[in-house]
């Protein structure tokens, strides 16, 4: 079994910054891709941004030059530092890892950022 921990979630005013964290533990075999998305209130899930184990990365539009993602294989880590936030930027953020020869995917249980005045 998987276990995804999130932290780093809260509440902040726009133009600030907020670094979210998220760790693998468990059964985790061949990490192939780990990535954030997140979803607003009556909004679809979406994919914030990605990274696979060899490093390539994408963003979602919205978040380019402002959200930078990064990893850390050795502690199975996942990172986003997200900057200049925006009300729009609030909702629930999720990490998600796929890992092992059948792609399996994971979720975390999501944590809250809210950007508001």
């Known amino acids: 079994q998987v276990q995804l921990v999130e932290s780093g979630g809260g509440w902040v005013q726009p133009g600030t910054s907020l670094r979210l964290s998220c760790a693998a533990s468990?059964?985790?075999?061949?990490?192939?891709?780990m990535g954030w998305y997140r979803q607003a209130p009556g909004e679809q899930r979406e994919l914030v941004a990605g990274?696979?184990?060899?490093?390539?990365?994408n963003y979602a539009d919205s978040v380019k030059g402002r959200f930078t993602i990064s990893g850390d294989n050795a502690k199975n880590t996942v990172y986003l530092q997200m900057n200049s936030l925006q009300p729009e930027d609030t909702a629930v953020y999720y990490c998600?890892?796929?890992?092992?020869?059948?792609?399996?995917?994971?979720w975390g249980q999501g944590t809250l950022v809210t950007v508001s005045t």
């Open positions: 998600n890892v796929v890992h092992g020869g059948g792609y399996l995917e994971v």
């Open positions: 468990g059964s985790i075999f061949s990490i192939k891709r």
């Open positions: 990274i696979t184990i060899d490093g390539s990365t």
